[in-house]
T-cell receptor, first 116, second 115 residues
Framework: AQKITQTQPGMFVQEKEAVTLDCTYDTSDQSYGLFWYKQPSSGEMIFLIYQGSYDEQNATEGRYSLNFQKARKSANLVISASQLGDSAMYFCAMRERETSGSRLTFGEGTQLTVNP | DAGVIQSPRHEVTEMGQEVTLRCKPISGHDYLFWYRQTMMRGLELLIYFNNNVPIDDSGMPEDRFSAKMPNASFSTLKIQPSEPRDSAVYFC?????????????FGPGTRLLVL
């Protein structure tokens, strides 16, 4: 079974609108961390946001927020007020401390295109 | 503050040649990771170190790949001999510790093309 599933290969959004990128995960660990990274066309991997499994509040970082639903095992990324520079590939990743130590497992990514 | 530094940024080589990729982690980070990214396999972890000691090398594809971390500020990933299927982007990442945010910060990557 896939550890991290991103079901949207591609997403389109109009500039200034909000967009949600889906991520579901599979783990039996009680303690784990969820991450989102952005990879623009230039290729670098940029850390966006982190959510710990014991965090009671959803993480927020500027225009990014993580909609964490533990019972559903989902960790969706919400980008508010989309900008043209948000066009990129977005990866969801998970660290399972008990099972995998410091290893991160990545999803296949979602290509986001922001239209003017 | 300097981020993770990788060199070279691009490498083109011929099949059978030795390739050495280099990485300097963020100062003070205890963990160092080597990833490979391809269209077919996505992002996959090759190996990671904690305090210069290899912890998990289960992702290293075969004996042609080796990684070392002689000190806290330098690591190498070597492919010998290289093959066309090794063509990929190789990322190095580092993190402060294994608890809390444990965020991994990535270098710019090395784009390797083996002809």
């Amino acid at each position: 079974a896939q550890k991290i599933t991103q079901t949207q290969p591609g997403m389109f959004v109009q500039e200034k609108e909000a967009v949600t990128l889906d991520c579901t995960y599979d783990t039996s660990d009680q303690s784990y961390g969820l991450f989102w990274y952005k990879q623009p066309s230039s290729g670098e991997m940029i850390f966006l946001i982190y959510q710990g499994s014991y965090d009671e509040q959803n993480a927020t970082e500027g225009r990014y927020s993580l909609n964490f639903q533990k019972a559903r095992k989902s960790a969706n990324l919400v980008i508010s007020a989309s900008q043209l520079g948000d066009s990129a590939m977005y990866f969801c990743a998970m660290r399972e401390r008990e099972t995998s130590g410091s290893r991160l497992t990545f999803g296949e990514g979602t290509q986001l295109t922001v239209n003017p | 503050d300097a981020g993770v530094i990788q060199s070279p940024r691009h490498e083109v080589t011929e099949m059978g040649q030795e390739v050495t990729l280099r990485c300097k982690p963020i100062s003070g980070h205890d963990y160092l990771f080597w990833y490979r990214q391809t269209m077919m396999r996505g992002l996959e972890l090759l190996i990671y170190f904690n305090n210069n000691v290899p912890i998990d090398d289960s992702g290293m594809p075969e004996d042609r790949f080796s990684a070392k971390m002689p000190n806290a500020s330098f690591s190498t990933l070597k492919i010998q001999p290289s093959e066309p299927r090794d063509s990929a982007v190789y990322f190095c990442a580092s993190s402060a510790d294994g608890t809390g945010g444990e965020t991994q910060y990535f270098g710019p990557g090395t784009r390797l093309l083996v002809l």
